[in-house]
């Protein structure tokens, strides 16, 4: 593609929203869960900017540099060694925001899948995922958001990697939304820095046997849920949501914080099963929380143009 077709070239996007940790998993293990972001970018001379948003926290979201998809779409060109052009970005937030569902994760998945699409698809999967994961900070959200389905990340040599595997059908998700938000910096600052032996054996085998759980043996969740790590720490952050999440659990149901929270991610182990949560949920909460009965998203972050209106779904194998 020629310099002067790229500037003319308008990339959609779709991501997913994510659920990361997914009870022991910290920073490791997250989910796509089927509710998107919708982007559309326009390649502009360099230098114009114009931003549109609407949907989830769109009140709360700036239309200047500091943009998020914007600033990820200027660190890859130049990580490509190309000059930024401008940009024109209409953007549609389905993903509640700042609520734990990985909106921020998705504004990066967003960009740096624009902007592979702008740079007419140089950029290699594990160049999307290191990219994202430097602005994100973490990977377990970008992986999902991403690839798609059940990530495990991780890093070798400072170098993020992944591996996507497949939920097994009866594993039925449900998020609780409240109306309130929670920062994840906020959330990250209450962590120790430390942890006990045994706490770090009791996570290891509750991670270990989260994936069993999630991809054989749904009726295992509930002890595969446990965490010693991050959700005990933050309770006082969000004291609503833990009493949600030990209302769900003491009910029988394999709640946790979604995320740095506030929403609560119910792994139910049957579709049917999500209806008795929202009514233990209606029960022991206020009204304020907004059940959301999803399914596990298996493609992750999907881009497409006018010249090629096809999904790009080269990145679902795994
Ligand atoms: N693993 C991260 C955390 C997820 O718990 O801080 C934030 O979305």
Sequence with gaps: MSAAAAETRTVHVRVPATSANLGPGFDTLGLALSVYDEVEVTALPPGELEIEVSGSGAEHIPRDDSHLIARTIRYCFEAAGRRAPGLRIVAHNGIPHGKGLGSSGAAVAAGVLAANGLLDGQLTDADLLRLATELEGHPDNVAPALFGG?????????????????????????????DRTMSTSMARS??????????????????????????????????????KLHQERRAQAMPETFALVNALRAAGFAAVVSGAGPSVLVLADGPGRRLEAAAVAAEAADG?????????????????????PRMDMSRTAG
């Design 190 to 227: 209450v962590l120790a820095a430390e942890v006990s032996r045994e706490d770090a054996v009791f996570n290891v085998s509750r991670s270990a046997l989260l994936i069993a759980a999630l991809t054989q043996s749904p009726d295992l969740l509930m002890s595969a849920t446990e965490d």
């Design 150 to 178: 059940l990530t495990i990340a991780w890093t070798e040599n400072g170098v993020p990697q992944h591996k996507k595997l497949l939920v097994h059908r009866g594993v039925a998700p449900v998020v609780f939304v409240p």
């Design 288 to 308: 304020s929380w907004q059940p959301l009965m999803l399914a596990v998203d298996f493609l992750g972050g999907t881009t497409w143009t006018a010249d090629d």
